[in-house]
């Protein structure tokens, strides 16, 4: 149980185009996902917080014009890189809590690596 | 913000050595996470402590959290290199918080 998927799992894009990635919760409901960004050898940094039928709320630094956050369900919710750059090269990893999971619950998708040209 | 420091970053060992990765902070945590994370993938979790002094054992890995819930402590015995990867601990930012942040973490390499 309690499994997170993430799609694709690999992307390459042309620098000025929007790539969305999916994160999707299998086997439970999740009214709170989080979308985090791994630059290579460095730790996992938390980019957004989204709750399903809201707005996400976005870290100091995390353009949300840049970085669109859609959970318009239970079990998916989506970030979308708008005319992406060679900087936003990266991996991205989403966590999803069930619902009634306690703060510390969470569970990681297996990330999508992403290459920017 | 709080903030876990992780030590050593990088730690490279013969199989069958012991080691022992920290975790510490300035402030006190609720709980605290152990991950392990293989490359390319997510982290997968491998314990939560959450009272002061506690020690849990998962197989050949012993943690403990310390007794002011600043600290916490991952111990391999008899290292093998499927445990090679990338160690991060995580604790809620906080109290009431939603949000958890991750230390830097510990690479971990086993050789054979």
């Known amino acids: 149980g309690a499994v997170v998927s993430q799609h694709p799992s690999r992307v390459i894009c042309k620098s000025g185009t929007s790539v969305k990635i999916e994160c999707r919760s299998l086997d439970f409901q999740a009214t709170t996902m989080f979308w985090y960004r791994q630059f290579p050898k460095q730790s996992l940094m938390l980019m957004a917080t989204?709750?399903?039928?809201?707005?996400?709320?976005?870290e100091q630094g995390v353009e949300k014009d840049k970085f669109l956050i859609n959970h318009a369900s239970l079990t998916l919710s989506t970030l979308t890189v708008t005319s992406a750059h060679p900087e936003d090269s990266s991996f991205y990893i989403c966590s999803a809590r069930p619902q009634g999971g306690g703060k510390e619950t969470q569970y990681f998708g297996p990330g999508t690596r992403l290459l920017v040209l | 913000t709080q903030l876990l420091e992780q030590s050593p970053q990088f730690l490279s060992i013969q199989e069958g050595e012991n080691l022992t990765v920290y975790c510490n902070s300035s402030?006190?945590?609720?709980?605290l996470q152990w991950y392990r994370q293989e490359p390319g993938e997510g982290p997968v979790l491998l314990v939560t402590?959450?009272?002061?002094?506690e020690v849990k054992k998962l197989k050949r890995l012993t943690f403990q959290f310390g007794d002011a819930r600043k600290d916490s402590s991952l111990h391999i015995t008899a290292a093998q290199p499927g445990d090679t990867g990338l160690y991060l601990c995580a604790g809620p930012n906080k109290p009431r918080d939603d949000k958890i942040i991750f230390g830097k973490g510990t690479r971990l390499h086993i050789l054979p």
């Open positions: 989204s709750n399903e039928g809201s707005k996400a709320t976005y």
């Open positions: 402030s006190v945590f609720s709980s």
């Open positions: 402590v959450v009272t002061g002094g």
